[in-house]
């Protein structure tokens, strides 16, 4: 059985392999309590030795501050745009994946709320949307309805002071994004809606911001507008009584908190420490195109794992790993796909800081030095210090037993 965080299917099934799709009650729940369901993530990351060492003992206390502020004020346009999301809101990238108004407004707010609050060094930040479609003819009335998404959602919070915006400073503000990234100096990481696909569906997504200082992921947020508040564990995570909406940061030597992205005191969260195999249980992406749904399987079964896996989009997988949720995220792109930073750096530094390890399906750590793409070995592998070789074994064996049989 696997379980799926979700709104559009009424389906239990106990099988392995098959997806227990949330029931009519969770959907009314998600629909009338996840109006606004995002996660954001930002992380900052640094890369040489020498240069970590020394930025080790630095605090990136404002920084983070920005971050949590700019995650958050995203993450209600967010929402807003979810709970009204129209067929004529989903765009069509070139490269065929949906974006909508959100993704651009949400890179937009981060954008302009990391200027105004961080004054003492340019802005560098590698973020996944560009404004090349919006700047044509047929998005005009798109560009319009981003600005003033933009302009409404700093209106209505009181602690954002930012003059309106035009639609050239909102195309300006996603341009931003386009830096390089690289192994020297600080540069922050945005996706502003990660599991795009999950928010079309109504159903888990994030806003991951993450800072890069010398090449090493040294801060990070993930904001979750529509994850539970409590564990999402069990098949039932999702009754009627459970709030949503969660707000993770890390910074690198301080550990990882949680708080609801509607202002609750944070808490300290932690791996699971789970040492038993058979009482494991791991997450991975709602879409099977983006993951082997196959090779997961295989692996749980080679180690052992009864509980079926838990299916859901975005980074809000690393959030739910960071609080013990579950004990591992297995995630298997397709042969030749290229892994963006965006999508790992902030869950990445969120999972290290509560005690988790993240490794390439090789058992190297992830680099995220070499520029807006991961450069690693077939897979992400997420667990627990205690449980990583003995994944890393099934892995591997897993890996060459599916090849061989081809
Ligand atoms: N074929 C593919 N294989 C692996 N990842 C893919 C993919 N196509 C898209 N993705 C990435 O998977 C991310 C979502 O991950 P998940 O499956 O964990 O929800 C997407 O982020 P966006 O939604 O920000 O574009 C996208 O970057
Ligand atoms: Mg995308
Ligand atoms: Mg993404
Ligand atoms: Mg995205």
């Given at each position: 059985m696997n379980t799926s965080i979700g709104n559009s299917s009424a389906v239990l099934s106990m099988?392995?392999?098959a997806v227990l799709h949330i029931n009519a009650r969770t959907r009314t729940y998600l629909n009338s309590k996840s109006k606004f369901p995002f996660l954001l993530s930002l992380s900052f990351s640094t890369a040489t030795p020498r240069a970590a060492r020394a930025t080790a003992s630095m605090s990136y206390h404002k920084q983070l501050a920005a971050a949590k502020k700019a995650a958050s004020v995203a993450a209600r346009l967010c929402q807003k745009v979810q709970t009204a999301l129209l067929q004529s809101d989903v765009q069509s990238k070139s490269d065929k994946s949906p974006v909508t108004v959100a993704d651009y407004g949400s890179q937009a707010i981060v954008s302009l709320i990391l200027e105004k609050e961080l004054t003492s060094i340019p802005l560098s930040l590698v973020a996944e949307e560009d404004s090349g479609d919006l700047r044509k003819e047929e998005s005009r009335e798109t560009l319009h309805r981003i600005t003033e998404l933009v302009n409404d959602t700093f209106a209505s919070d009181g602690t954002i002071n930012i003059s309106p915006v035009s639609e050239e400073d909102v195309l300006k503000a996603i341009d931003t994004g386009k830096s390089e990234g690289g192994p020297h100096g600080q540069h922050w990481v945005l996706?502003?809606?990660?599991?795009t696909k999950g928010f079309v569906r109504g159903q888990q997504y994030a806003i991951a911001l993450a800072l890069l200082d010398e090449g090493k992921v040294v801060l990070g947020v993930l904001a979750c507008p529509n994850l539970p508040l409590s564990s999402i564990a069990k098949s039932d995570f999702s009754s009627s009584e459970d709030k949503v909406g969660c707000l993770f940061f890390a910074e690198v030597g301080g550990g990882t908190y949680m708080q609801s992205l509607d202002g609750s005191p944070p808490t300290k969260v932690h791996v699971s420490t789970n040492e038993n195999l058979e009482e494991a249980s791991f997450f991975e992406s709602y879409e099977a195109a983006h993951s082997s749904h196959d090779l997961s399987s295989l692996i749980a079964t080679k180690l052992g794992v009864k509980a079926p896996p838990v299916r859901i989009d975005s980074q809000a997988k690393y959030g739910a790993l960071s609080r013990g949720d579950g004990s591992i995220y297995l995630r298997f792109p397709r042969r030749g796909y290229v892994e963006k930073i965006w999508d790992h750096a902030a869950g990445y530094i969120v999972v290290a800081e509560a005690g988790g390890v993240v490794n390439d399906a090789g058992g190297k750590p992830l680099d995220f030095s070499k520029g807006r793409y991961l450069d690693l070995d077939t897979g992400i592998v997420v667990t627990n210090q205690k449980l990583m070789p003995a994944l890393l074994k099934a892995v591997q064996e897993s890996i060459s037993e599916k090849a061989s049989s081809l």
């Amino acid at each position: 059985m696997n379980t799926s965080i979700g709104n559009s299917s009424a389906v239990l099934s106990m099988r392995r392999g098959a997806v227990l799709h949330i029931n009519a009650r969770t959907r009314t729940y998600l629909n009338s309590k996840s109006k606004f369901p995002f996660l954001l993530s930002l992380s900052f990351s640094t890369a040489t030795p020498r240069a970590a060492r020394a930025t080790a003992s630095m605090s990136y206390h404002k920084q983070l501050a920005a971050a949590k502020k700019a995650a958050s004020v995203a993450a209600r346009l967010c929402q807003k745009v979810q709970t009204a999301l129209l067929q004529s809101d989903v765009q069509s990238k070139s490269d065929k994946s949906p974006v909508t108004v959100a993704d651009y407004g949400s890179q937009a707010i981060v954008s302009l709320i990391l200027e105004k609050e961080l004054t003492s060094i340019p802005l560098s930040l590698v973020a996944e949307e560009d404004s090349g479609d919006l700047r044509k003819e047929e998005s005009r009335e798109t560009l319009h309805r981003i600005t003033e998404l933009v302009n409404d959602t700093f209106a209505s919070d009181g602690t954002i002071n930012i003059s309106p915006v035009s639609e050239e400073d909102v195309l300006k503000a996603i341009d931003t994004g386009k830096s390089e990234g690289g192994p020297h100096g600080q540069h922050w990481v945005l996706d502003p809606i990660d599991g795009t696909k999950g928010f079309v569906r109504g159903q888990q997504y994030a806003i991951a911001l993450a800072l890069l200082d010398e090449g090493k992921v040294v801060l990070g947020v993930l904001a979750c507008p529509n994850l539970p508040l409590s564990s999402i564990a069990k098949s039932d995570f999702s009754s009627s009584e459970d709030k949503v909406g969660c707000l993770f940061f890390a910074e690198v030597g301080g550990g990882t908190y949680m708080q609801s992205l509607d202002g609750s005191p944070p808490t300290k969260v932690h791996v699971s420490t789970n040492e038993n195999l058979e009482e494991a249980s791991f997450f991975e992406s709602y879409e099977a195109a983006h993951s082997s749904h196959d090779l997961s399987s295989l692996i749980a079964t080679k180690l052992g794992v009864k509980a079926p896996p838990v299916r859901i989009d975005s980074q809000a997988k690393y959030g739910a790993l960071s609080r013990g949720d579950g004990s591992i995220y297995l995630r298997f792109p397709r042969r030749g796909y290229v892994e963006k930073i965006w999508d790992h750096a902030a869950g990445y530094i969120v999972v290290a800081e509560a005690g988790g390890v993240v490794n390439d399906a090789g058992g190297k750590p992830l680099d995220f030095s070499k520029g807006r793409y991961l450069d690693l070995d077939t897979g992400i592998v997420v667990t627990n210090q205690k449980l990583m070789p003995a994944l890393l074994k099934a892995v591997q064996e897993s890996i060459s037993e599916k090849a061989s049989s081809l």
